[in-house]
Nanobody, 120 residues
Framework: QVQVVESGGGLVQPGGSLRLSCAAS????????MSWYRQAPGKERELVAS????????NYPESVKGRFTISRDNAANMVYLQMGSLKPEDTAVYYC?????????????WGQGTQVTVSS
């Protein structure tokens, strides 16, 4: 049984920092590309960071580049999102995603999300 569980969300003031964690079980973690997405009310879900395998190459959209850092610990089946210089527009539900691609077959797993609110 595959489980993807996020934690670490909460309320933070503008300019502050927050670290999200994601624990994945039931998969061969090192085979999966791990990503963080977010969805704000009334908006589409958007990618905020991804980290590949092997080699752990990372990808960020311009909106978070230089402020967010994604990392992974394959031994612990964990992926993290360190968020800094937070802005009110970063307020959203943040989701962890695990994606594995083998030829024409794709396996895609999502967590339940964790709320991040940036407000004074």
């Amino acid at each position: 049984q595959v489980q993807v569980v996020e934690s670490g969300g909460g309320l933070v003031q503008p300019g502050g920092s927050l670290r999200l964690s994601c624990a994945a079980s039931g998969i061969t973690f090192s085979y999966y590309v791990m990503s963080w997405y977010r969805q704000a009310p009334g908006k589409e879900r958007e990618l905020v960071a991804s980290i590949g395998t092997p080699g752990s190459s990372t990808n960020y959209p311009e909106s978070v580049k230089g402020r967010f850092t994604i990392s992974r610990d394959n031994a612990a089946n964990m992926v993290y999102l360190q968020m800094g210089s937070l802005k009110p527009e970063d307020t959203a539900v943040y989701y962890c995603n695990a994606k594995g691609i083998w030829g024409s077959r794709t396996l895609d797993y999502w967590g339940q999300g964790t709320q991040v609110t940036v407000s004074s």
